[in-house]
């Protein structure tokens, strides 16, 4: 059979093409999307943080940091995976794309390391259990919505 | 009883000492899955080589907050997957997990019970099915035959985590044992094996380096341990041990509609005694895969697949194992190439249907090599299939 014949000859190179591609994943694909700023981070009015690094937000929305400096339990909110604002977000704010987000959100809750974020159908319902939940953080975009509790992002 | 203890021990302590309390924050989680399959040319997956409904996953797992640095998070699982390991429930992990002081840049975190193997790319939710590729995974690394031993142990692992403006560094060590079951000894040391074999201890470590927006991934793995056989009264089998060490490369890449991920792996294995009291045997296997997925459309994606093992590099086409076995293992038992084509389509959120079909060369991690009917077992090439609906929340 074809396959099973192709499957002979690559054994004969296996060895000989996989550190290429290994060496060509170390070397080539290290671009990075650039950061816009139509996309604010905001949080529940009990959250004493007023700012956070790039690097603090990503911990956050990857469930690498579960509690604020103060011990409170950090709460994340998003949107679901096919709404434009959480795709702006996800490619603004974390640089990454909703599926890799998705990715290690799953294997987080189902390897024991915590839990994913809660998604929510709506921005209203995203903005409505931000400001009900102590600990909540989620995002907006920019000039959408007046609140008292927007936490800014140093780059 | 006794291999429970050790696990449970640690939460009981931990529950009578635990003096900061926040409240009641439990959360759980879960997904089943129900699959057909079938395997052709190959008794892989069913002895009689039949369209089989043999690929059932079930999991819950649950995740308490005790203190806002110590949690504890448990999980069971149901799993058949016919031939390839033993049908039935498993405590699949219970863990205390301490969030360590920051030191000097360095977050860390003690995982203290039964942990998940998180030192190779999909071991720490191999058996969660909608974070695989395949229901199959590269057999090469993640071989069905010794799975429950590459899934986690009873021991301490411990994480540490670096982030700086660029890079995310991550370390991870662990020191354990895991119980060894029937399925396994037979596959280690064949169906005559009557006594019991027992892992010593597993130990890992393992190092991963990542930009901040993760996108790409590299790291290396090393795990050493140590097994032992003691036999039955009445057995064909003498006391030995077997040493085995794997070092692997892991990469992965992440694209806006496509994403990369590969492994290779060396392992040494040395055994001594087992099949007669001054047997001694010491190989060197090699191998690994490298996956390649496009996204269609946000919903649909398609994956082309290739893994490649060589149970012993000094017998490449598997002769002198031929000839070493009195004719009773074929030389295509000395390797194992496959190619896997794969579909998936994510039908609603959290629900997923997936399909692969894989064309197989060679059968060394099909079956243990010691099977009495290893000959019959799987033909040269042969192929395997499976259609898979999932659903988690």
Excluded at chain 2, 171 to 194: C, F, M, P
Aim: proline residues 3%.
């Amino acid at each position: 059979m074809a396959v099973h014949l192709f499957i002979r000859q690559m054994r004969l190179r296996a060895r000989h093409l996989l550190i290429p591609i290994l060496i060509i994943l170390l070397t080539v694909f290290t671009g990075r999307l650039a950061a816009a700023e139509s996309i604010q981070i905001f949080a529940h009015r009990s959250v004493a943080t007023s700012s956070l690094t790039q690097s603090e937000v990503r911990q956050i929305f990857t469930g690498m940091k579960q509690h604020w400096p103060d011990g409170q339990r950090i709460r994340v909110f998003v949107l679901a995976d096919n709404s434009d604002l959480h795709k702006a977000f996800c490619r603004e704010k974390l640089q990454m794309f909703p599926y890799q987000l998705n990715r290690i959100w799953d294997q987080m809750t189902y390897s024991g390391q915590g839990d994913a974020p809660t998604r929510v159908g709506s921005l209203q319902e995203l903005i409505d259990i931000i400001e009900k939940t102590d600990g909540a953080i989620g995002y907006i975009q920019e000039g959408s919505y007046e609140t008292t509790k927007l936490i800014e992002v140093q780059s | 009883m006794r291999r429970i203890l050790p696990v449970v021990m640690p939460f009981c302590a931990l529950a009578c000492c635990s003096t900061e309390v926040i409240g009641q924050e439990f959360s759980w989680h879960g997904y089943l899955s129900q699959g057909v399959t079938q395997s052709i040319n190959s008794r892989f997956i069913t002895d009689d080589e039949s369209i089989t409904p043999e690929l059932t996953e079930v999991g819950f797992n649950g995740h308490y907050q005790l203190s806002s640095n110590i949690s504890v998070a448990g999980q069971v699982v149901y799993l058949d997957g016919g031939n390839r390991f033993e049908r039935g429930a498993r405590l699949d992990y219970l863990f205390l997990d301490w969030e360590l002081p920051e030191i000097a840049g360095w977050q860390s975190y003690v995982h203290i019970g039964r942990f998940k193997n998180r030192h190779w790319l999909y071991s720490a939710t191999r058996d969660v099915p909608q974070t695989r590729d395949t229901a199959v995974l590269p057999q090469s690394v993640y071989a069905d035959g010794f799975r429950d031993i590459a899934l986690g142990s009873d021991g301490v692992h411990a994480g540490f985590t670096r982030y700086t403006n660029e890079h995310i560094w991550e370390v991870n060590w662990s020191y354990g044992r895991s119980h060894i079951n029937k399925a396994q000894t037979e596959y280690l040391l064949g169906t005559d094996a009557k006594g019991r074999a027992k892992q010593d201890f597993v130990h890992q470590a393992s190092v991963f380096l990542q930009p901040s927006a993760m996108n790409w991934k590299l790291g290396a793995s090393w795990l050493s341990s140590d097994f032992r056989y003691e036999p039955a009264a009445v057995d064909y089998r003498f006391a030995g041990d077997v040493d085995f060490l794997r070092l692997m490369v892991s990469a992965l890449y992440f694209s806006e509609n496509w994403e990369l991920s590969a492994e290779l792996l060396r392992e040494i294995q040395d055994a001594q005694g087992l099949f007669t009291p001054t047997y001694e045997e010491k190989r060197r296997g090699e191998g690994g895969f490298v996956q390649f997925r496009y996204r269609f459309t946000p919903e649909i994606s398609g994956l082309i697949g290739y893994d490649t093992y060589t149970h012993d590099v000094s017998d490449e086409d598997g002769e002198r194992l031929f000839v070493t076995s009195g004719g009773a293992v074929p030389p295509y038992f000395g390797y194992m190439d496959a190619v896997v084509l794969g579909a998936r389509w994510d039908i609603a959120p959290q629900w997923r249907l997936q399909a692969e079909h894989h064309w197989v060369d060679g059968a060394t991690r099909a079956v243990s090599l010691l099977d009495r009917n290893i000959a019959s077992h799987t033909e040269e090439q042969w192929r395997m299939w499976s259609i898979q609906l999932m659903y988690w929340f």
